[in-house]
Every structure is written in structure tokens, then in C-alpha cells.
């Protein structure tokens, strides 16, 4: 996969916007639990690629609410 997107078997790009990769580290606080570490690994107009521990996600669905703490300096 390329940072510009989605590539199909016909190679056609699927991806609307084009990601911005970044090493973001962050703090992600999961339908109000106690926040956990995080990585933003890339983002766009349309969202963000966070990378967090899979232990953590067992109990995640698509509509799970969850927010994000970052620091840009």
C-alpha cells in the first residue's frame, strides 16, 4: 500500500485524499476508559491511521467512540 492509497487487483487507486505519514505519539482514551498509549501513523481530510496494541481491541466495534490526545510543538 502506498501512502497515496489503496491499490485493487485491477490496480486502480480507491483512496480519495492522500496521507500524510507521521510518527505521532498519543494517548487514546476508548468509549471512557482509561486513556492508552498510542501511535498516529498517518492521516488525511477523511481520518487517521492510529496504531495501538491489539490486546486492546477485542471489545472494539466500528462505532466505537474514542478520543484522541495529541501535542503538536
Known amino acids: ?17 492522500v496521507r500524510q505519514p507521521i510518527l505521532l505519539d498519543a494517548m487514546i482514551s ?14 488525511c481530510v477523511a481520518g487517521i491511521f ?4 491489539p490486546e486492546y481491541l477485542h471489545d472494539i466495534t466500528r462505532q466505537t467512540k474514542a478520543t484522541l490526545h495529541f501535542t503538536l510543538i
Request: proline content about 3%.
Open 50 to 53: 492510529v496504531a495501538l496494541s
Open 30 to 43: 476508548i468509549h471512557g476508559r482509561k486513556p492508552l498509549a498510542c501511535v498516529v501513523r498517518d492521516f
Open 1 to 17: 500500500m502506498s501512502s497515496t492509497g489503496t491499490t485493487t487487483s485491477s490496480g486502480s487507486e480507491r483512496r480519495q485524499y
